[in-house]
């Protein structure tokens, strides 16, 4: 898609971060813009920031892991716009530790949110958008789900985490299959950020009550928690950059979007290892002394 004025983006996760800096270039291309948001006060003075700039926008309070509320999405966002043009299914949620400590509601939360969010905008916006290509051929829409790196890779005491964006990844891929059965005026991208920073770091504070444990963090899950923060707070690309990748692959129709292409180099290593029937390789190879660290905090010693 090249065009951007005039056409209507609608956008989870709106409140901060990627969702945020996309719905940032989307008022700046011209676009009318749905920012929808868990976090409902957020992402109402984050759109009235938009609107007081002259952007066509509207807040949108919903917990994408619910069908009815991404249907309801779907019912507004036509009502006031129209069918959309682009749609980011970018809402996300961080949880870490070693794997068989995370909780029932741990994996409820992260499937919830990370894939069936996806899920969900998937299957409730294409077959609109398919209908508004069929009946007018100048329509086009592009809709980027948001991955991670973490669906490309698999690292330590991130288990639930790369469960989902792996997922995330393999819905992206199919969808971009089954679109070119059907259709050449929608497409597909996935946008795979490793460290950008953002709020993600910090998502356990507005999590869901319903989805909270208000059990003591174990050790493994304090070190994920501590470690995720800095790794994310520490990126050097920023989240606006990222959200300008995203306009980019659009233009271009490319698929696969990276913030960090400098290191796909682990994903090679990867598909070798899979190829080969290797085992999966030292996640500290290039930082030995982490993992020494790291076995010693998880084992009570002193690194
Ligand atoms: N920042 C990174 O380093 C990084 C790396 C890889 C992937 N990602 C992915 O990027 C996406 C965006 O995250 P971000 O980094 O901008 O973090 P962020 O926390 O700044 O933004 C995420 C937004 O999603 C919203 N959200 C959370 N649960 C929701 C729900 N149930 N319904 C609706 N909205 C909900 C939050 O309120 C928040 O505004 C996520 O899918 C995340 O997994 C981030």
């Given amino acids: 898609m090249r065009a951007f004025v005039g056409r209507t983006a609608v956008i989870t996760g709106a409140a901060s971060g990627f969702g945020l800096e996309v719905a940032r270039i989307a008022a700046r291309e011209g676009m009318k813009i749905v920012m929808a948001d868990w976090q409902g006060d957020l992402v109402e003075s984050e759109t009235a920031v938009l609107r007081d700039a002259g952007a066509d926008v509207m807040a949108f309070r919903l917990d994408v892991s619910k069908a009815a509320d991404v249907e309801a999405l779907a019912d507004a966002t036509v009502r006031r716009f129209g ?63 948001t991955a991670s790196m973490a669906g490309l890779v698999t690292a330590p005491m991130q288990g639930a985490y790369c469960v989902t964006k792996h997922a995330a990844v393999a819905l992206s891929e199919t969808l971009y299959q089954d679109l070119a059965l059907v259709t050449d005026q929608v497409h597909c991208s996935v946008l795979c950020p490793y460290f950008v920073p953002t709020g993600i770091g910090i998502s356990q504070r507005y999590r869901p009550v319903d989805l909270s444990d208000g059990a003591t963090p174990t050790t493994s899950q304090h070190i994920a928690q501590e470690a995720g923060e800095k790794a994310v707070n520490g990126g050097r690309v920023s989240a606006a950059t990222v959200a300008q990748f995203v306009f980019d692959a659009m233009r ?25 029937g290797q085992n999966p390789g030292d996640p500290f190879r290039l930082r030995p002394s982490m993992g020494v660290e790291l076995r010693a905090a998880l084992n009570g010693r002193r690194g």
């Avoid at 299914?89 to 069936?116: C, F, P, T, Y």
């Avoid at 913030?259 to 290593?269: A, E, L, N, T």
Wanted: proline share 5%; hydrophobic share 50%; no cysteine.
């Fill in 83 to 145: 069918v959309p043009h682009f749609l980011f299914n970018n809402a996300g949620v961080g949880s870490g530790g070693l794997v068989w400590e995370h909780s029932v509601k741990d994996w409820e939360w992260l499937i919830g949110v990370n894939l069936m969010g996806v899920a969900h905008g998937v299957r409730v916006f294409t077959p609109m958008m398919l209908k508004a290509a069929a009946a007018d051929p100048a329509y086009e829409a592009h809709i980027v789900n």
């Fill in 252 to 276: 271009e129709n490319r698929f696969y979007v990276y913030s960090h292409p400098k290191i796909m180099g682990v994903v090679r290593r990867r598909m070798e290892e899979i190829v080969h």
